[in-house]
């Protein structure tokens, strides 16, 4: 059975920092990869960083140079460093996990979702 499960949300004060973690098991890491997602209130879930096994992590523009997607040695956990963190990044952040092959960017690729952990960040 896969389980992905999400935690170290929580809230801040804009320029601050969180880690998020996702531990998972039940996958092959050999044939998955990672990515974060998040959804604010009232707004459609969209995608925010995602870990490629041949080419560079990417990121959703606005959170470029802020937030750093990262697996951890034995593969089991994915990271999301949160640094310089403003109030429009509040939102429920979910993990998930799809095939490497398939499109990083759309929600439909992944196969595997966490519940989700709220952050929330204030001005």
């Known amino acids: 059975q896969v389980q992905l499960v999400e935690s170290g949300g929580g809230s801040v004060q804009s320029g601050g920092s969180l880690r998020l973690s996702c531990t998972t098991s039940g996958l092959d890491a050999r044939n998955y990869c990672g990515g974060w997602f998040r959804q604010a209130p009232g707004k459609e879930r969209e995608w925010v960083a995602a870990?490629?096994?041949?080419?560079?992590?990417e990121y959703i523009e606005s959170v470029k140079g802020r937030f750093t997607i990262s697996p951890d040695n034995a593969m089991n956990t994915l990271y999301l460093e949160m640094d310089s963190l403003k109030p429009e990044d509040t939102g429920i952040y979910y993990c998930?996990?799809?095939?490497?092959?398939?499109?990083?960017?759309?929600?439909?690729?992944?196969?595997?979702w966490g519940q989700g952990t709220q952050v929330t960040v204030s001005s």
């Open positions: 998930a996990a799809r095939s490497c092959r398939r499109a990083w960017w759309l929600r439909t690729a992944y196969a595997y």
């Open positions: 870990i490629n096994n041949d080419r560079p992590a």
